[in-house]
Each structure stands twice: as C-alpha cells, then as structure tokens.
Nanobody
Framework: QVQLVESGGGLVQAGDSLRLSCAAS????????MAWFRQAPGKEREFVAA????????YYADSVKGRFAISRDDAKNTVDLQMNSLKPEDTAVYYC????????????????WGQGTQVTVSS
C-alpha cells in the first residue's frame, strides 16, 4: 500500500505563509484522490482540502477557502498545501490522506494516512 509522509510544518506568526508537502511512495496521479485533514487538541479531525486523482477538481473547507491552495506534482508524487494568511485557529496537526477513487470530505473515506506534521500559528 502507498506510504505517505508529510513535511513542512512549523511555528509561524499570524499572517505568515507555510507550505506543507505530502510525499507518496508510489505514483498517485490518476489513481488516488488526495486530501488534507487537521486535528487540534481536544477537537475532532476536520477536512481541510482535497484534489481529485488527476488534479482537475479542488475542494476546500469554508474556513480555509481563499487562503489555502492544494496542488499535486506528478513528477515527484507529492501533494502540497500552500497556506497563506495563517490564523491562530489554524494550529493543528495536519494529515495527508489518499483514497483510490473519487474525492470525499469525510476522514473515514480515506484508507491511507501519513503521520502528520505540526503547524503552530502564534498571535
């Protein structure tokens, strides 16, 4: 099964930008829908963004729409999440997920997950 590894997390100030990357162990383009979820302490895991298996369709949670952008790089088998205008409420562990098939916005629809990367946004 595909292995996913997230990177790019860190500590930033409100208003700053950060770019997360999810590296897959095998080809994902044309096979997997990819998504980002996040989970803050004491909160349920929530959907952030997703991209269809060929990159033609993008989906975002209302809370990040206009600030975040998801993309995929076929040559590197990576999926990135560009995060702009970060807010303290964006603080969470961000997880990359993959699914063979269509895009879904529920975590239980994704079979493959990375270990997560911490994003902390200070005031």
């Amino acid at each position: 099964q595909v292995q996913l590894v997230e990177s790019g997390g860190g500590l930033v100030q409100a208003g700053d930008s950060l770019r997360l990357s999810c590296a897959a162990s095998e080809r994902t383009f044309g096979i997997y829908a990819m998504a980002w979820f996040r989970q803050a302490p004491g909160k349920e895991r929530e959907f952030v963004a997703a991209i269809s298996w060929k990159g033609g369709n993008l989906y975002y949670a209302d809370s990040v729409k206009g600030r975040f952008a998801i993309s995929r790089d076929d040559a590197k088998n990576t999926v990135d999440l560009q995060m702009n205008s970060l807010k303290p409420e964006d603080t969470a562990v961000y997880y990359c997920a993959a699914n063979k098939g269509p895009v879904w916005m529920k975590d239980y629809e994704y079979a493959y997950w990375g270990q997560g990367t911490q994003v902390t946004v200070s005031s």
